[in-house]
């Protein structure tokens, strides 16, 4: 499974940016996947911020960006995005994607993820 993130950049505060999973070595149509996006900032733990379920489409969102970050599949284009709106300096890390067979979308895990992107960082300024 190979993982590409894009989308990342800098924004000012209350902007919105889009990033973008692209996945390659399965279809969402063959496996039970869960997509995941996590961040990190220097000296932080990865920080799990919203999966999805490739099968039947269920997600999960950390309670610091629900209602702010959305999280979709395209699966023509094997794809999975992640909108983030009125975005806060907060939110400013490397935001990398993540595959796996089987997570529990809910705990939702760095060390259940078994397949990761290189990462983007999205940098938000006040």
């Known amino acids: 499974v190979q993982l590409v993130e894009s989308g990342g950049g800098l924004v000012q505060a209350g902007g919105s940016l889009r990033l973008s999973c692209a996945v390659s070595g399965f279809t969402f149509d063959q496996y039970d996947f869960v997509i995941g996006w996590f961040r990190q900032t220097p000296g932080k733990e990865r920080e799990g911020v919203s999966c999805i379920n490739t099968d039947d489409g269920s997600t999960y969102y950390a309670d610091s960006v629900k209602g702010r970050f959305f999280i979709s599949s395209d699966r023509a284009k094997n794809t999975v995005y992640l909108q983030m709106d009125n975005l806060k300096p907060e939110d400013t890390a490397v935001y990398y994607c993540?595959?796996?067979?089987?997570?529990?979308?809910?705990?939702?895990?760095?060390?259940?993820?078994?397949?990761w992107g290189q990462g983007t960082q999205v940098t938000v300024s006040s």
């Open positions: 993540a595959a796996d067979l089987g997570v529990t979308i809910e705990t939702m895990k760095a060390m259940d993820f078994g397949s």
